[in-house]
Each structure stands twice: as C-alpha cells, then as structure tokens.
C-alpha cells in the first residue's frame, strides 16, 4: 500500500505560478514513477506530467516549458511547480504513484483555480 497526500492548492491570477507537493508513504521502495494529472469540470482525467524513478519526465504539450515535476527521493516527495498559469489550468489536481505492478496509486485530489 502506498499512501498519498498532497498539498493544498489555491487561488491565483493569470501567469502565476503555484507549487504543488506530494508526499508518499508506505511500500514506497514499490514506486516506479510518479506523476500528475488533472480533470477540469465535464472533462476526463489527463496526465500533466510524469517522473521516473530515474528521473526521467515527460509532460503534456500544453504545460511544456512552464511547468516542472521533481522529486526528492530522500523525501519520498514529488513536485510540481507551476509557472505562467492559465485559466484553462484549473483543475482538481491528482498526485498519482505507480508501483512495480503497474498499479496506481491515488491521492485525495487538491483544487487548483486561476482566475483571468
């Protein structure tokens, strides 16, 4: 069992920037990556971006250049740092680990609102 709990989220003005964290317990030596994804009002869930446990990232292209996953192992924790947000970035954001079995893990979920 991996346990997930995130930052709170916020409120913030159009370009912005907000950081969000995720701090990971349990059998954490199962965890292959880690990531976040996001669901908009009347909208499915969609991955923002990803981090291995090697370090490797990817993102969805709408996010490239202003936002930044990272992770502190020592930590067990995984950011996301956002910068230049948009309206259209608002979201319930989900901090998510899978393990080695390809499972996935789910955090509660922390509402994120940029205002125009």
């Known amino acids: 069992q991996v346990q997930l709990v995130e930052s709170r989220g916020g409120l913030v003005q159009a370009g912005g920037s907000l950081r969000l964290s995720c701090a990971a317990s349990g059998s954490i030596f199962s965890i292959d990556a880690m990531g976040w994804y996001r669901q908009a009002p009347g909208k499915q869930r969609e991955l923002v971006a990803t981090i291995t446990s090697g370090g490797s990232t990817t993102y969805v292209d709408s996010v490239k250049g202003r936002f930044t996953i990272s992770r502190d192992n020592a930590k067990n924790t995984v950011l996301l740092q956002m910068n230049s947000l948009k309206p259209e970035d608002t979201a319930v954001y989900y901090c998510?680990?899978?393990?080695?079995?390809?499972?996935?893990?789910w955090g509660q979920g922390t509402q994120v609102t940029v205002s125009s």
């Open positions: 998510s680990a899978r393990v080695l079995s390809g499972y996935h893990y």
